[in-house]
């Protein structure tokens, strides 16, 4: 059995991972901007030229999956909040629809946040390797 790298073993690692994909920034380096417009990542980190979609075709399955579980706890979480603040005389349509009104825009707004968290705890649990760089042969440069 191969060895752990200690790097990998480090919980402030992942912290900061985090830390960098929350101020929108390459988790990996701290550099950015990763976005041309709100909803159009860049290939690939400006400074450290990591490949943001770490090289595979269905990539963005994993962000799309954070962007859904946040948008939907945090529609649940709202619902919550309503019903123990207004309790007993909870408003059930003024809820369904400040919920419902609340469900469209929520994933727009939230997906830069998304992607590169996904991007962070991808990084966290496959740590970089040269392939997975612009320009070091296996991608091509941009």
């Given at each position: 059995m191969p060895h752990a790298d200690p790097l990998q073993l480090?919980?402030?690692r992942a912290a900061t991972h985090l830390a960098r994909a929350l101020?929108?920034?390459?988790?990996?380096?701290?550099?950015?901007?990763?976005?041309r417009r709100w909803l159009v990542m860049r290939p690939s980190c400006p400074?450290?030229?990591?490949v943001l979609d770490r090289g595979e075709a269905d990539y963005f399955i994993g962000?799309?999956?954070v962007?859904?579980?946040g948008a939907?706890?945090?529609?649940?979480?709202?619902a919550l909040v309503a019903i123990v603040s207004t309790w007993p005389d909870v408003p059930w349509n003024g809820i369904k629809w400040a919920l419902l009104a609340l469900m469209v825009p929520l994933p727009v707004v939230t997906y830069p946040w998304a992607k590169t968290l996904w991007l962070a705890v991808d990084l966290t649990?496959?740590?970089?390797?040269?392939?997975?760089?612009?320009?070091?042969?296996?991608?091509?440069?941009p």
């Open positions: 480090q919980p402030g101020r929108l920034r390459c988790p990996n380096c701290g550099g950015g901007p990763l976005f400074n450290c030229h990591l962000g799309y999956v962007n859904f579980v939907e706890l945090a529609v649940a979480l709202g649990l496959r740590p970089v390797t040269l392939g997975d760089l612009v320009g070091h042969g296996e991608n091509p440069s």
